[in-house]
């Protein structure tokens, strides 16, 4: 599995991770524990100090923020505690702006707009959903969303989660009857031929460095997600 690095400083490393790769070790008890490759594991055998950075550095050595298993794209480690420290404020305090690509089920309409839903825990799952009367853990979650491209049975969104909820964009466009496509546990339909994970890929993360700098990094949509939309003649409806 090929791991690329976009950045590095003294503080930072940008990753661009590939599809199938979990961020960090999950919990014993967890579907997905035992599973291998794990990201962090690369990290440390790469850069052997962020062993003692983070909250949980046993577990999530260096991690600030997370992708799930199946998304692929732009993620940030800290190097040192300082960094980490830094960092952890910046995604706390939503001065980080997040870009996704994402591919839906359906015309998303209006073209452009924002979905402000709480996100809670579904009781006895692993599952987040908008349903929060009877949810645990429920936190704020706001995302915003802009359509790039109109497809005949699809909608190529640019996504900004201005929150950083487990499953955000997920849960959210299923919420409004759009979800993911290839989405195995919020979405109802079956892949699509050609497809086999969900369309879903974090393109650039753009923040002030701890120098004071600003960066924006970038990863252009994998190969597996190019050739699903070359591969299923996706034909534009205007």
Excluded: C
């Amino acid at each position: 599995m090929e791991i690329s690095v976009i950045y590095e400083d003294k503080n930072i490393i940008a990753i661009n991770k590939p599809a199938g790769l979990l961020t960090h070790n999950v919990p014993i008890n967890s579907k997905n524990a035992g599973q291998s490759p794990v990201l962090t594991d690369w990290l440390i055998n790469r850069y052997p100090e962020i062993k003692t950075v983070g909250d949980d550095p046993e577990n999530r050595p260096g991690i600030v923020h997370r992708l799930d298993k199946e998304t692929s794209g732009v993620i940030i480690v800290a190097r040192n505690q300082k960094a980490f420290e830094y960092l952890k404020n910046l995604f706390q305090t939503s001065q980080v702006k997040k870009t996704y690509l994402g591919l839906v089920w359906g015309k998303v309409e209006p073209k452009s707009g924002t979905i402000n839903k709480p996100i809670g825990l579904k009781s006895g799952t692993t599952k987040r959903t908008v349903a929060v009367k009877n949810a645990k853990m429920v936190k704020e979650a706001i995302t915003d969303y802009q359509v790039k491209k109109y497809f005949d049975q699809y909608s190529l969104l640019e996504i900004h989660p201005r929150t950083g909820r487990t499953h955000q964009i997920r849960v959210h466009l299923n919420s409004i009857h759009h979800p993911i496509v290839g989405d195995r546990l919020y979405g109802k339909k079956p892949l699509p031929a050609g497809l086999t994970r969900q369309f879903l890929h974090a393109a650039s993360i753009e923040l002030n460095l701890p120098d004071n700098g600003r960066i924006k990094l970038e990863a252009n949509l994998p190969a597996d997600l190019e050739l699903f939309l070359k591969s299923a003649g996706l034909e534009d409806s205007q």
